[in-house]
């Protein structure tokens, strides 16, 4: 899209310049490496018009922190909207539900959004995660132990769908729930709001979704009736028992599913995504495995190269210049982190993976006000993932594969991570 496009022409009607045309943000190039898959983009045509997907993308550092920021300008409203619209069938199988969730954290605008940051900030704060890192690292631990003798692994179903997931319930304060069922209605949630599933797939994630929300409300209930609830929830509960006018039953019950689905599955795929990364160079896993001190830097390295949360989305309140392009109002807009997080303008050779680098500057985790409150909870699980991978499976190698990925626009990390070793050089540890 050149400069010259009128504010008036609406987005639908944009005409596509041939570099856009074919582009899709559900094909293979994508979901493999989204931030490689834009450098045309970034290069030549940072801000375009995709017909495919009916969005607004937006590809530089630079632009995509311009849209985090400016909130007057850009709402978060349409974050947590289906990208593909649901189905008339889709919609019945939700009001089964009572499906009827409200703006929460991820897409409410100021002034609410910054009402429930700040009541809901403490439960976010290092004395409060800190704590978890003792039974973050035993139960890491206990799951290694179940295969390490064994040779090889799928770390995805062997280890990191199972313990961010637990992690979760741990913070959440709802531990007594069913890891297995919280998982597959988390990815329900992920396929229904951010992926293009066909009209019986749609369906059956609608039915997915539907019975997060109703687990939502079982654990509302039951953690109201305490008179000092645990977890991030219990917070919030606390906060209600406060402030009734800012955060209602249904705020509570939409943040379970949020919540869940936020802190497990973007937590797994991150450090899914950082193991492929590191054991295909080589020479920076076994720098890791030598100096575990190194490891805090890897993460963000990691994360700026191959973050697990591809892409985000706003809507434009007004006609807004974003680097030379004019988005009408009413446009809706992906802003793709991963594209960001290589943009040669803030990250000198930005394809290298280089875990000496200073990549603090990525925005794996958004940024302004919309910065995730969760960040500090992701940081500390991967380095304790990969403090005791690196100690106990120095010599971990990665199995011929292809990788999948559920295709959607914003969530992204492999269905299955297969590695092997020889299990008699297995260190002895002490």
Same mark, same amino acid.
């Given at each position: 899209m050149d400069s010259a496009v009128s504010s008036n022409e609406p987005a639908t009607g944009c005409p596509v310049a041939h570099t856009t045309a074919g582009f899709s943000f559900f094909d293979r190039e994508y979901q493999e490496n989204p931030g490689a898959s834009l450098a045309w983009a970034r290069e030549s045509q940072p801000v375009f018009y995709n017909d495919d997907s009916d969005y607004w993308v937006v590809t530089r550092h630079e632009d995509v922190k311009s849209v985090f920021s400016q909130f007057n300008k850009f709402s978060a409203a349409i974050t947590l909207t289906p990208v593909t619209?649901?189905?008339?069938?889709?919609?019945?199988?939700?009001?089964? *539900?009572? @499906?009827? #969730?409200? #703006? %929460? &954290?991820?897409?409410? /605008?100021?002034?609410?959004?910054?009402? *429930?940051?700040?009541?809901?900030? #403490?439960?976010?704060?290092? /004395?409060?995660?800190?704590?978890?890192?003792? *039974?973050?690292?035993?139960?890491?631990? /206990? *799951?290694?132990?179940?295969?390490?003798?064994?040779?090889?692994?799928?770390?995805?179903? /062997?280890? &990191?769908?199972?313990? +961010?997931?637990?992690?979760?319930?741990?913070?959440?304060?709802?531990?007594?729930?069913?890891?297995?069922?919280?998982? !597959? &209605?988390?990815?329900?949630?992920?396929? @229904? %709001?951010?992926?293009?599933?066909? +009209?019986?797939?749609? %369906? !059956? =994630?609608?039915?997915?979704? $539907?019975? @997060?929300?109703a687990m939502g409300e079982r654990v509302i209930g039951k953690l109201k009736e305490l008179d000092d609830p645990p977890g991030w929830l219990g917070h919030a509960i606390k906060m209600q028992r406060e402030h009734p006018d800012v955060i209602s039953d249904t705020w509570l019950q939409t943040n379970v599913m949020g919540g869940a689905m936020a802190a497990h599955e973007t937590t797994t795929n991150a450090t899914a995504n950082a193991v492929v990364t590191l054991l295909r160079n080589r020479d920076q896993w076994d720098r890791l495995c030598a100096q575990p001190a190194?490891?805090? $830097?890897? %993460?963000?390295?990691?994360?700026? &190269?191959? #973050?697990?949360?591809?892409?985000?989305?706003?809507?434009?309140?007004?006609?807004? !210049?974003?680097?030379?392009?004019?988005?009408? =109002?009413?446009?809706?807009?992906?802003?793709?982190?991963?594209? =960001?997080?290589?943009?040669? =303008?803030?990250?000198?050779?930005?394809?290298? @993976?280089d875990i000496d680098r200073d990549a603090k500057a990525h925005i794996a985790?958004?940024?302004?006000?919309?910065m995730c409150l969760g960040n500090h909870l992701a940081r500390l699980e991967m380095v304790i993932y990969l403090e005791e991978l690196t100690r106990r499976l120095p010599h971990m190698t990665l199995d011929h594969q292809e990788f999948h990925y559920v295709p959607n626009t914003s969530f992204r990390g492999p269905e299955s991570l297969h590695v092997s070793w020889d299990v008699e050089k297995n260190p002895v540890l002490s």
């Open positions: 619209p649901p189905s008339e069938a889709a919609g019945a199988q939700l009001e089964k *539900y009572g @499906f009827a #969730p409200c #703006p %929460v &954290l991820a897409d409410s /605008d100021p002034p609410m959004h910054r009402q *429930y940051r700040r009541l809901n900030a #403490p439960a976010f704060m290092p /004395d409060r995660i800190d704590p978890l890192a003792s *039974y973050i690292r035993q139960t890491t631990n /206990d *799951y290694i132990d179940r295969f390490v003798e064994r040779g090889h692994a799928d770390l995805i179903a /062997d280890m &990191l769908w199972d313990i +961010p997931c637990l992690v979760a319930l741990q913070f959440l304060g709802i531990p007594e729930e069913d890891v297995d069922t919280v998982r !597959r &209605l988390a990815t329900s949630m992920t396929e @229904f %709001v951010w992926g293009r599933p066909s +009209p019986e797939e749609q %369906v !059956r =994630a609608a039915d997915g979704l $539907g019975q @997060f929300w190194l490891i805090p $830097g890897a %993460v963000e390295e990691c994360l700026r &190269l191959n #973050p697990s949360v591809a892409a985000w989305r706003r809507i434009a309140k007004e006609d807004v !210049r974003v680097g030379d392009v004019t988005i009408p =109002a009413g446009a809706k807009i992906l802003m793709v982190i991963a594209s =960001a997080n290589q943009d040669d =303008a803030v990250f000198e050779e930005p394809e290298r @993976f985790f958004g940024a302004g006000t919309h």
